[in-house]
């Protein structure tokens, strides 16, 4: 039998598992020209959070919803969601969210969210 070694510290295995937060950005030819203002938006967040061990960002070939875009996927944990006609305010929102900080639901957008979810609208 043959057997394979490896060292391995807990440093690495804790990158491992922080690294399952990933924010995939389309750059399909349609979100191409969307994919930079939304990768400097997650970035800047990022930096601002200290979070780079905990969140990355990466680029991503087309997601197949052109019309809808400019799209993510959001990798947490195993999970995988689609976001389209994501803005760089979406953006930073998701990256809070996968740092572990609460998203911030303001008083409009909390309202506006509850109606569209009773219309269906979601």
């Not at 394979?4 to 804790?14: C, E, G, I, L, R």
């Not at 969601?81 to 900080?101: C, F, M, N």
């Amino acid at each position: 039998m043959f057997g394979f070694w490896a060292q391995v510290s807990y440093t690495d295995v804790v990158s491992l598992v922080h690294m399952s937060k990933v924010i995939k950005i389309c750059r399909g030819k349609s979100c191409l020209r969307a994919a930079p203002p939304l990768e400097q938006a997650a970035e800047e967040r990022i930096r601002q959070l200290h979070a780079e061990d905990v969140v990355k960002v990466e680029a991503c070939g087309c997601l197949g919803k052109c019309k809808q875009g400019p799209n993510i996927i959001v990798e947490n944990d195993g999970r995988s969601v689609t976001h389209r006609g994501v803005s760089p305010r979406t953006i930073v929102q998701r990256v809070d969210e996968l740092a572990g900080k609460k998203p911030v639901i303001e008083p409009g957008n909390a309202q506006r969210s509850v109606n569209d979810l009773l219309k269906g609208g979601f």
